[in-house]
C-alpha cells in the first residue's frame, strides 16, 4: 500500500549494500512476463530495466489537460515588437555570409590612395574572415596594380622629362631673344639720348608739370632709330668725300658715326718739337683717325683757263687710324714732363701713344677748350666702348658657356677629362660650333636632344634604337675633322652612354646565357657598340659560372663510377652547348678565347677527378669504370670540333706516382731518423 501511495518515479534508488553469495555453479535467471520486454545484452543475459524505464515515460508524456485557457478574447494587446539593439552593443557576424562565398573581395583603388589610410586595421576589418582562395585573389589584384601604377609611373616621368625638356629649351630661347632685346633697347636709349644732345633740346624746366614734363620727352625721343641711322650714314659718307682714304680706314659698319671733329691741330716733330704739318683730327665712337692737310698738285691746263685757284687749294688725306681701345691719349701739360710746360704753347699739346709709338700733336688755338673737349670725348666714348665690348665679350661667354657647358653637368666622365674641361673653360677660345646634319646646320643643342632620347631609349630597353643612335652619334662626331673640341666632347658623352647600355646588356647576358636567341641579340647589340671582348668575358665568365654551380648540385650517393659519369656528362656537355653558341655568335677569328675556356674547364675536370679518385687503387675496377665513363662522356665535344678523349684523367697517373714517391720518401726518413735515435 505505501508503494502505491508514493506513486512512481524515475529516479534510482540508492541500492543497499549486500553481501557478496559464494558461487558454486551457473545461476539461472528466469524472465516475469509482468515486466515488459526484455532484450540480451552483451554477455548474453536478457536486461529487464530498459524496459521498465520506456513503460514509465509512456504513462507520464500521455498526461491530457481539459481545461484549456480561451485564447479567442479579441480585447487583449497586441503582442509588442522587439526594440532595436544600439550600435555600440551590436555585435558583427564574423561568419562569413554565402552571397561573399561566391564572390571575390573587390579591391577599392581609391580608399588605397587615401594618404592618412591606417592599413593594418584596413586589412584587418577586410581580409578577418577571407579563406585562402581570397586572399590569393585579392593578393594577386594588389600585384596587378602594382605593376599597373608602376607602368603609368614610368610612363608619367618619361611624358614628364620630355616636357621638361621641351620647356627648358624654349626658356633658353626665350632667354637669348630677352638678352637680345635689351641690347637693342639699350642702344636705342643710347641713341636717342645722343640724337637730343646734338640736337640741342633744351631739358624740360622743373616748373612744368608732370604732363608737360612727358610730352616733352616723347617729342624729344620722337626720331627713329632708322632716321638715326641715316643721319649717320650721312655723316659717314661726307666723311669718306672729303677725306681722301678715309674709306680704307673706316669701311661702313651699323652703328660707326662721328663724334666730334677738331681741324686746328698741328703735329710736332716728336725730336725737335717743332710744327711739320696741319692735322684734322677725327673721333669716332670706335677709332681715333688723323688726317693731313696737303696741298694739290698744279694742272697747266688749269692755269691756262684760269682755275689755278681751285686746284691750289689743299686737301686732307687721311694719314692714320687707330681703335680706341688700344691708344690712349695723354695731356702734356699735366704730364709733369720738365722743361714742356715752360715753352710757348705746349700747354695745348697732347700725346697719342699706340704700342711703342708716340705722336704728339698741339692745338692752334691759344685756348685750351679744343684740347678739353677732345680729352672729354675720348674718354666718354672710351669708356662706352668699353662696355660695349664687354658686354658682348659677356655675351658670347655666355653663349658659348650655354652652348658648350650645357653638356658637362650631368656626366661623370668629364671629369676626368682635364685637357678637355680647361679648354671649355677657356672663353676667349671657345668657337662657334656648328655641326652639318644631312645638309643642315646644327648646334651642341641639337646634340644634347639626340643625347636625351638616347638616354629615354636605354631606359626603357628599347636596346634596337639606343643602338642604332649610338652609331649614328659616333658616325657623326667622327666626320667631325675640322673642329677638335666638340668630336672629342661628343664622343665622350656617347662613349659614356654606350658604357650604360652596355651594362645593361651585359646583366641581360648574364641571365639569359642559356637561350640561344637571346643570346645572340645580347651579344650582336654588344659587338655593334665596339665591346666584344666585354661580350665574350661576360659569356665565358657565366657559362662557367653555371658549370661550377650544377657540379656542386650533384649528390654522392655511394657509387663512385656512377658519380663521376654524372660529373664528366655536366661538364662536358655544357662545353659542347657553350662551343656550338659561341660559334653562332662570334666570327671564327675568334675561336680561340672559347678554345682557351674549354681546356680550362677540362682541367678543372681532371683536378675533380684526381680528388675523387685519390684513395681509390689504380688500375682496379672502379679506377677503370670511373676513367671509361669520363672518356666516353667527354667524346660529345667532338661534335663541336674539339677532342678531349686524349686529356681526360692526363697526368692522373704521373700525380699519383709523385705522391706515392713524396710518401715513401718522407716514411724512408723518418724511420732513417728513429734508427739513428735508437743507435745514440
Same mark, same amino acid.
Given at each position: 500500500?505505501?508503494?502505491?501511495?508514493?506513486?512512481?518515479?524515475?529516479?534510482?534508488?540508492?541500492?543497499?549494500?549486500?553481501?557478496?553469495?559464494?558461487?558454486?555453479?551457473?545461476?539461472?535467471?528466469?524472465?516475469?512476463?509482468?515486466?515488459?520486454?526484455?532484450?540480451?545484452?552483451?554477455?548474453?543475459?536478457?536486461?529487464?530495466?530498459?524496459?521498465?524505464?520506456?513503460?514509465?515515460?509512456?504513462?507520464?508524456?500521455?498526461?491530457?489537460?481539459?481545461?484549456?485557457?480561451?485564447?479567442?478574447?479579441?480585447?487583449?494587446?497586441?503582442?509588442?515588437?522587439?526594440?532595436? &539593439?544600439?550600435?555600440?552593443?551590436?555585435?558583427?557576424?564574423?561568419?562569413?555570409?554565402?552571397?561573399?562565398?561566391?564572390?571575390?573581395?573587390?579591391?577599392?583603388?581609391?580608399?588605397?590612395?587615401?594618404?592618412?589610410?591606417?592599413?593594418?586595421?584596413?586589412?584587418?576589418?577586410?581580409?578577418?574572415?577571407?579563406?585562402?582562395?581570397?586572399? =590569393?585573389?585579392?593578393?594577386?589584384?594588389?600585384?596587378?596594380?602594382?605593376?599597373?601604377?608602376?607602368?603609368?609611373?614610368?610612363?608619367?616621368?618619361?611624358?614628364?622629362?620630355?616636357?621638361?625638356?621641351?620647356?627648358?629649351?624654349?626658356?633658353?630661347?626665350?632667354?637669348?631673344?630677352?638678352?637680345?632685346?635689351?641690347?637693342?633697347?639699350?642702344?636705342?636709349?643710347?641713341? &636717342?639720348?645722343?640724337?637730343?644732345?646734338?640736337?640741342?633740346?633744351?631739358?624740360?624746366?622743373?616748373?612744368?608739370?608732370?604732363?608737360?614734363?612727358?610730352?616733352?620727352?616723347?617729342?624729344?625721343?620722337?626720331?627713329?632709330?632708322?632716321? &638715326?641711322?641715316?643721319?649717320?650714314?650721312?655723316?659717314?659718307?661726307?666723311?669718306?668725300?672729303?677725306?681722301?682714304?678715309?674709306?680704307?680706314?673706316?669701311?661702313?659698319?651699323?652703328?660707326?658715326?662721328?663724334?666730334?671733329?677738331?681741324?686746328?691741330?698741328?703735329?710736332?716733330?716728336?725730336?725737335?718739337?717743332?710744327?711739320?704739318?696741319?692735322?684734322?683730327?677725327?673721333?669716332?665712337?670706335?677709332?681715333?683717325?688723323?688726317?693731313?692737310?696737303?696741298?694739290?698738285?698744279?694742272?697747266?691746263?688749269?692755269?691756262?683757263?684760269?682755275?689755278?685757284?681751285?686746284?691750289?687749294?689743299?686737301?686732307?688725306?687721311?694719314?692714320?687710324?687707330?681703335?680706341?681701345?688700344?691708344?690712349?691719349?695723354?695731356?702734356?701739360?699735366?704730364?709733369?714732363?720738365?722743361?714742356?710746360?715752360?715753352?710757348?704753347?705746349?700747354?695745348?699739346?697732347?700725346?697719342?701713344?699706340?704700342?711703342?709709338?708716340?705722336?704728339?700733336?698741339?692745338?692752334?688755338?691759344?685756348?685750351?677748350?679744343?684740347?678739353?673737349?677732345?680729352?672729354?670725348?675720348?674718354?666718354?666714348?672710351?669708356?662706352?666702348?668699353?662696355?660695349?665690348?664687354?658686354?658682348?665679350?659677356?655675351?658670347?661667354?655666355?653663349?658659348?658657356?650655354?652652348?658648350?657647358?650645357?653638356?658637362?653637368?650631368?656626366?661623370?666622365?668629364?671629369?676626368?677629362?682635364?685637357?678637355?674641361?680647361?679648354?671649355?673653360?677657356?672663353?676667349?677660345?671657345?668657337?662657334?660650333?656648328?655641326?652639318?646634319?644631312?645638309?643642315?646646320?646644327?648646334?651642341?643643342?641639337?646634340?644634347?636632344?639626340?643625347?636625351?632620347?638616347?638616354?629615354?631609349?636605354?631606359?626603357?630597353?628599347?636596346?634596337?634604337?639606343?643602338?642604332?643612335?649610338?652609331?649614328?652619334? =659616333?658616325?657623326?662626331?667622327?666626320?667631325?675633322?675640322?673642329?677638335?673640341?666638340?668630336?672629342?666632347?661628343?664622343?665622350?658623352?656617347?662613349?659614356?652612354?654606350?658604357?650604360?647600355?652596355?651594362?645593361?646588356?651585359?646583366?641581360?647576358?648574364?641571365?639569359?646565357?642559356?637561350?640561344?636567341?637571346?643570346?645572340?641579340?645580347?651579344?650582336?647589340?654588344?659587338?655593334? &657598340?665596339?665591346?666584344?671582348?666585354?661580350?665574350?668575358?661576360?659569356?665565358?665568365?657565366?657559362?662557367?659560372?653555371?658549370?661550377?654551380?650544377?657540379?656542386?648540385?650533384?649528390?654522392?650517393?655511394?657509387?663512385?663510377?656512377?658519380?663521376?659519369?654524372?660529373?664528366?656528362?655536366?661538364?662536358?656537355?655544357?662545353?659542347?652547348?657553350?662551343?656550338?653558341?659561341?660559334?653562332?655568335?662570334?666570327?671564327?677569328?675568334?675561336?680561340?678565347?672559347?678554345?682557351?675556356?674549354?681546356?680550362?674547364?677540362?682541367?678543372?675536370?681532371?683536378?675533380?677527378?684526381?680528388?675523387?679518385?685519390?684513395?681509390?687503387?689504380?688500375?682496379?675496377?672502379?679506377?677503370?669504370?670511373?676513367?671509361?665513363?669520363?672518356?666516353?662522356?667527354?667524346?660529345?665535344?667532338?661534335?663541336?670540333?674539339?677532342?678531349?678523349?686524349?686529356?681526360?684523367?692526363?697526368?692522373?697517373?704521373?700525380?699519383?706516382?709523385?705522391?706515392?714517391?713524396?710518401?715513401?720518401?718522407?716514411?724512408?726518413?723518418?724511420?732513417?731518423?728513429?734508427?739513428?735515435?735508437?743507435?745514440?
Amino acid at each position: 500500500m505505501e508503494d502505491k501511495k508514493k506513486g512512481f518515479s524515475l529516479r534510482q534508488k540508492k541500492s543497499r549494500p549486500v553481501a557478496p553469495k559464494q558461487i558454486s555453479g551457473p545461476i539461472q535467471t528466469i524472465p516475469h512476463a509482468s515486466q515488459g520486454s526484455t532484450r540480451p545484452n552483451l554477455n548474453g543475459k536478457i536486461e529487464t530495466s530498459t524496459a521498465n524505464t520506456s513503460d514509465l515515460v509512456k504513462r507520464r508524456y500521455s498526461t491530457r489537460f481539459t481545461n484549456l485557457p480561451d485564447f479567442s478574447n479579441a480585447d487583449a494587446p497586441p503582442v509588442p515588437s522587439i526594440p532595436a &539593439l544600439p550600435a555600440q552593443f551590436a555585435q558583427s557576424d564574423s561568419r562569413p555570409s554565402t552571397a561573399r562565398q561566391n564572390q571575390r573581395i573587390q579591391l577599392d583603388a581609391n580608399a588605397l590612395k587615401d594618404p592618412n589610410l591606417q592599413i593594418e586595421n584596413y586589412f584587418a576589418n577586410m581580409l578577418s574572415d577571407a579563406s585562402d582562395q581570397e586572399l =590569393r585573389d585579392y593578393q594577386a589584384s594588389l600585384r596587378k596594380l602594382k605593376n599597373r601604377t608602376s607602368t603609368d609611373l614610368q610612363q608619367n616621368v618619361y611624358q614628364n622629362r620630355t616636357q621638361f625638356i621641351k620647356i627648358s629649351k624654349e626658356a633658353e630661347k626665350l632667354k637669348m631673344e630677352m638678352r637680345t632685346l635689351r641690347g637693342l633697347m639699350s642702344e636705342l636709349t643710347t641713341s &636717342l639720348n645722343q640724337a637730343s644732345v646734338n640736337a640741342g633740346v633744351p631739358e624740360p624746366r622743373a616748373a612744368l608739370d608732370d604732363g608737360a614734363r612727358s610730352r616733352a620727352r616723347k617729342q624729344a625721343n620722337r626720331s627713329s632709330v632708322a632716321n &638715326l641711322e641715316a643721319m649717320w650714314n650721312t655723316q659717314l659718307h661726307a666723311l669718306w668725300k672729303n677725306v681722301e682714304g678715309s674709306q680704307k680706314f673706316l669701311p661702313a659698319i651699323p652703328g660707326r658715326h662721328v663724334v666730334l671733329e677738331q681741324s686746328t691741330w698741328l703735329e710736332l716733330d716728336a725730336a725737335t718739337w717743332k710744327a711739320k704739318r696741319y692735322a684734322h683730327i677725327f673721333l669716332l665712337n670706335d677709332h681715333l683717325m688723323v688726317a693731313s692737310k696737303r696741298k694739290r698738285r698744279i694742272d697747266p691746263n688749269a692755269i691756262a683757263n684760269g682755275d689755278a685757284g681751285q686746284n691750289t687749294s689743299s686737301r686732307t688725306v687721311a694719314d692714320k687710324c687707330w681703335p680706341l681701345q688700344d691708344i690712349d691719349i695723354v695731356d702734356l701739360a699735366s704730364a709733369g714732363s720738365s722743361g714742356i710746360s715752360d715753352r710757348s704753347g705746349m700747354s695745348n699739346a697732347i700725346s697719342i701713344k699706340y704700342g711703342h709709338e708716340s705722336f704728339t700733336y698741339r692745338s692752334d688755338k691759344s685756348s685750351t677748350t679744343e684740347k678739353t673737349n677732345l680729352l672729354q670725348a675720348f674718354r666718354r666714348t672710351s669708356d662706352e666702348l668699353r662696355k660695349v665690348l664687354q658686354a658682348e665679350l659677356e655675351d658670347n661667354v655666355n653663349k658659348s658657356k650655354e652652348a658648350i657647358d650645357y653638356l658637362t653637368p650631368r656626366d661623370p666622365a668629364l671629369s676626368n677629362k682635364t685637357d678637355l674641361l680647361r679648354s671649355l673653360s677657356g672663353a676667349k677660345e671657345r668657337p662657334d660650333i656648328l655641326i652639318d646634319v644631312d645638309g643642315k646646320h646644327q648646334n651642341l643643342r641639337w646634340v644634347e636632344g639626340q643625347i636625351d632620347e638616347l638616354d629615354s631609349e636605354v631606359a626603357l630597353q628599347n636596346f634596337e634604337d639606343a643602338v642604332r643612335h649610338v652609331e649614328k652619334l =659616333r658616325k657623326l662626331a667622327k666626320g667631325l675633322k675640322g673642329n677638335k673640341l666638340a668630336q672629342d666632347l661628343i664622343t665622350t658623352k656617347v662613349d659614356e652612354r654606350a658604357r650604360k647600355l652596355a651594362d645593361v646588356l651585359t646583366l641581360r647576358l648574364t641571365a639569359t646565357h642559356a637561350q640561344l636567341t637571346a643570346t645572340q641579340a645580347n651579344i650582336a647589340y654588344l659587338v655593334r &657598340l665596339n665591346f666584344t671582348p666585354l661580350a665574350r668575358t661576360t659569356y665565358l665568365t657565366a657559362r662557367t659560372t653555371l658549370i661550377h654551380t650544377r657540379a656542386r648540385s650533384i649528390m654522392f650517393g655511394g657509387d663512385l663510377p656512377q658519380h663521376i659519369s654524372q660529373l664528366s656528362y655536366v661538364y662536358f656537355a655544357l662545353i659542347r652547348n657553350t662551343v656550338k653558341t659561341y660559334q653562332q655568335c662570334f666570327p671564327p677569328v675568334m675561336m680561340s678565347s672559347c678554345v682557351q675556356w674549354a681546356k680550362e674547364r677540362l682541367d678543372d675536370f681532371n683536378a675533380l677527378l684526381g680528388r675523387q679518385l685519390g684513395s681509390v687503387k689504380v688500375g682496379c675496377v672502379d679506377w677503370n669504370n670511373c676513367l671509361g665513363k669520363a672518356v666516353e662522356n667527354a667524346g660529345m665535344v667532338g661534335e663541336v670540333g674539339l677532342d678531349f678523349a686524349n686529356l681526360v684523367g692526363l697526368g692522373l697517373m704521373k700525380e699519383r706516382k709523385d705522391r706515392e714517391l713524396v710518401k715513401r720518401q718522407q716514411e724512408s726518413s723518418n724511420s732513417g731518423s728513429s734508427i739513428i735515435d735508437l743507435v745514440k
